[in-house]
């Protein structure tokens, strides 16, 4: 059974950093591309940020050179690195699962999520 | 970015009739290579992340119950529940699968009338 954990969320202030990790099992994690998804009520559904089970790296443009997205295949984990937060970075992060080794852009498996606030 | 818009915005339908819900997105996520549809479809039950129900427009996602039918080309798709039962109560958001970055529609809420 594929499970996602996600940790890391928390409340921070504008211009700080957090640090969201997922954990992976229950599947081949390095074949697999790998996504951060966040929603928020006003906003709804959001793509984030993608990495290929090679290490490929894809950010949406409002997190662009803010964000850094990794994995260890040998950990079966991905993390967030998030800076320069900002109020609308206020939302629940999920991790997902894609559908093959290369981006399919579609979201297999989702984790439970974590919520991520900023705010002073 | 496409952006994707689904129609209604919530939608309340009987037990056991036809739920209708569409999706239009700004251009055409249909890749002619290939000529597949890069459209899915996810359900989010309260509390719960979403689930995957549909992808490449028709494809049914292993364990999905066959009353969820995805159809459509190029712009305009359909997610249709053949006959609503309690459990499929949720909203419903589409998504393309395109190009980066990934875009969901705003969701459509189903109720049972």
């Known amino acids: 059974e594929v499970q996602l954990v996600e940790s890391g969320g928390g409340l921070v202030q504008p211009g700080g950093s957090l640090r969201l990790s997922c954990a992976a099992s229950?599947?081949?994690?390095?074949?697999?591309?790998m996504s951060w998804v966040r929603q928020t009520p006003g906003k709804g559904l959001e793509w984030v940020s993608a990495?290929?089970?090679?290490?490929?790296?894809y950010y949406t443009d409002s997190v662009k050179g803010r964000f850094t997205l990794s994995r260890d295949n040998s950990k079966n984990t991905m993390s967030l690195q998030m800076n320069s937060l900002r109020v609308d970075d206020t939302a629940v992060y999920y991790c997902?699962?894609?559908?093959?080794?290369?981006?399919?852009?579609?979201?297999?498996?989702w984790g439970q999520g974590t919520l991520v606030t900023v705010s002073s | 970015d496409i952006v994707m818009t689904q129609s209604p915005d919530s939608l309340a339908v009987s037990l056991g009739e036809r739920a209708t819900i569409n999706c239009k997105s700004s251009?055409?996520?249909?890749?002619?290579?290939?000529?597949?549809?890069?459209l899915a479809w996810y359900q989010q039950k309260p509390g719960q992340p979403p689930k995957l129900l549909i992808y490449?427009?028709?494809t049914r996602e292993s364990g999905v119950p066959d009353r969820f039918t995805g159809s459509g080309s190029g712009t305009d798709f359909t997610l249709t529940i053949s006959s609503l039962q309690a459990e499929d109560v949720a909203v419903y958001y589409c998504?393309?699968?395109?190009?980066?970055?990934?875009?969901f529609g705003q969701g459509t809420k189903l109720e049972i009338k």
């Open positions: 490449w427009a028709s």
């Open positions: 998504q393309q699968h395109y190009t980066t970055p990934n875009t």
């Open positions: 229950g599947f081949t994690f390095s074949a697999y591309a």
């Open positions: 251009q055409s996520v249909l890749y002619r290579s290939s000529n597949k549809n890069y």
């Open positions: 997902a699962q894609e559908g093959a080794e290369a981006r399919m852009g579609y979201f297999q498996h």
């Open positions: 990495i290929t089970g090679s290490g490929n790296t």
